[in-house]
């Protein structure tokens, strides 16, 4: 009788990915190192990562092409990768591998020269884009540890300060604590110290200057060294121009970026959508990222109405709660917020129905909405409901997101998901603005119902960031190159 068991053979076959991954370490660590090159597994990042990580993004892949991504058909890549004269850039060796299968009579060097034509040779030095955050709550802390990942992953934007009202002579300890534990998100991923002569907390070698004050219009930013700066405001206390205009008379401030919806002149930007309208005009030195929902829904929105047309449209928000309702029944001014936060759903208002038609005009008009808070921390659900000019079926629309989530250009906005356990703390640390929910999907004629989640603080941190460097003019490009969802078919 053989020993050899089902048992051996998965313990023999993991072992050998094990070996194929941690040859793959190395060449992953020199791309960056060297060329400033990050690679990824159809959009996971594979930046100081272990064996077991890389083994995780290769089984990812069958969510997106329904098998593992076998690492015997990455491994060449990297090695031929190594070889070439790459500059900044971010290459998805998934997408490679992929269209590399497609390809005949073409040798792999061959085909990485024309896929990555655009990067060979792109060495054009950048100089970081100094970022202020305005304000350190929820968003401003998460927008922190991205913005010190993105510095030493491109080195494209570095988070130089942070302006707060000073609440007691621990402020800054307080702060740093906040910065480096999390209950949602869990603990920062590096170090975290703080230098209390000099207000500065250092994140992993980034300092990260901390100034008190409670005027944006009266801070010399010149005085630390910082100039031409972005100025990320996460407060919410001013969301019209004349009030985020402020900002703009501190000396050292070029920028200024909203994190919540823009009132009057504003412009909403999703990233995604609308962001290449963003020009060097002094009209937008003020804008908004808009809000978690807005986000969440305008890059779906988008999609469907390009390719079926939206006559109009509901959508039903299920929020997390937020730091602006009671965690115990007392007086809000805002209708029913004032109930306690942990024991109830909460009906209110949203304005991102509303909102979306800042960054998607022709929705103006065709959209309503309504938002339910309930008693969860973080991740939110947006109901989609659409009445469209043509007749759909689920396996259509779900096969066409799930195309656009892999294959097109807004493939960092839009995620899909096929699952039938998935909940809400699955969705916890998502990078994307949405994830539409394939199976909840409801198709009826000219209806259709979406059902797309969204990490409200996590997930729209990243679309953040994604806005300031673009104004930043530091956005990495993508290898290879992607489709407008339009031609996808």
Request: hydrophobic fraction near 40%.
């Amino acid at each position: 009788m053989s020993a050899y068991t089902p048992s051996t053979a998965a313990h023999n076959d993991f072992n050998r990915k094990l070996t194929l991954a941690q040859e793959m370490i190395p060449l992953i660590s020199q791309l960056h190192r060297e060329n400033n090159a990050v690679t990824s597994i159809y959009g996971r990042l594979l930046v100081g990562v272990t064996d077991i990580d890389i083994i995780k993004a290769h089984r990812y892949a069958r969510r997106i092409v329904e098998r593992e991504l076998p690492l015997e058909e990455t491994l060449p890549i990297l090695k031929e990768l190594v070889t070439l004269d790459l500059g900044t850039s971010s290459i998805d060796l998934g997408r490679l591998a992929k269209n590399f299968s497609r390809t005949e009579g073409v040798d792999l060097r061959e085909f990485l020269e024309a896929e990555l034509a655009g990067a060979i040779g792109a060495h054009t030095a950048v100089e970081p884009r100094d970022v202020v955050l305005y304000g350190f709550g929820r968003i401003g802390r998460l927008l922190a540890r991205i913005l010190v990942a993105r510095e030493a992953t491109y080195g494209g934007v570095r988070l130089r300060a942070v302006v707060v009202r000073k609440k007691g002579e621990d402020d800054i300890v307080k702060r740093a604590s906040l910065l480096r534990r999390d209950s949602v998100h869990g603990p920062f991923n590096g170090t975290i110290s703080v230098d209390r002569d000099n207000d500065v907390i250092w994140a992993n070698g980034t300092p990260i200057q901390m100034i008190y004050s409670d005027d944006p219009a009266s801070i010399d930013y010149t005085r630390y060294g910082i100039s031409d700066a972005i100025v990320v405001d996460n407060t919410g206390k001013w969301r019209d121009r004349a009030g985020l205009s402020r900002h703009l008379e501190s000396a050292g401030v070029q920028k200024v970026l909203l994190t919540a919806p823009g009132k009057g002149d504003v412009r909403n930007i999703v990233y995604g959508v609308n962001h290449g309208d963003i020009t060097n005009d002094a009209s937008d030195n003020v804008l908004s990222a808009a809000s978690c929902t807005t986000n969440g829904i305008t890059p779906v929105l988008k999609v469907i109405n390009d390719r079926y047309g939206v006559r109009h449209g509901h959508v039903e928000t299920v929020h997390s709660y937020t730091n602006d309702q009671n965690l115990a029944d007392n007086y809000h001014k805002g209708p029913r917020r004032g109930r306690a936060a942990g024991l109830n759903m909460v009906l209110t208002e949203t304005g991102a129905a509303k909102a979306v038609s800042k960054a998607l005009p022709e929705f103006e008009g065709k959209l309503t909405g309504n938002a339910i808070r309930v008693p969860t921390p973080d991740v939110s659900m947006a109901v989609l409901n659409l009445d469209l000019e043509k007749e759909v079926e689920k396996d259509e629309v779900n096969e066409f997101i799930r195309r656009v989530s892999t294959d097109s250009n807004l493939r960092q906005q839009i995620d899909y998901i096929n699952s039938p356990d998935i909940v809400s703390t699955d969705i916890l640390g998502t990078t994307h603005a949405g994830v539409v929910d394939g199976l909840a999907t409801i198709a009826a004629g000219n209806h259709l119902v979406l059902y797309v989640w969204y990490d409200n603080e996590y997930g729209y941190s990243h679309q953040v960031v994604r806005i300031v460097e673009e104004i930043a003019g530091v956005r990495p490009k993508i290898y290879p190159a992607r489709k407008d969802p339009r031609e996808i078919r």
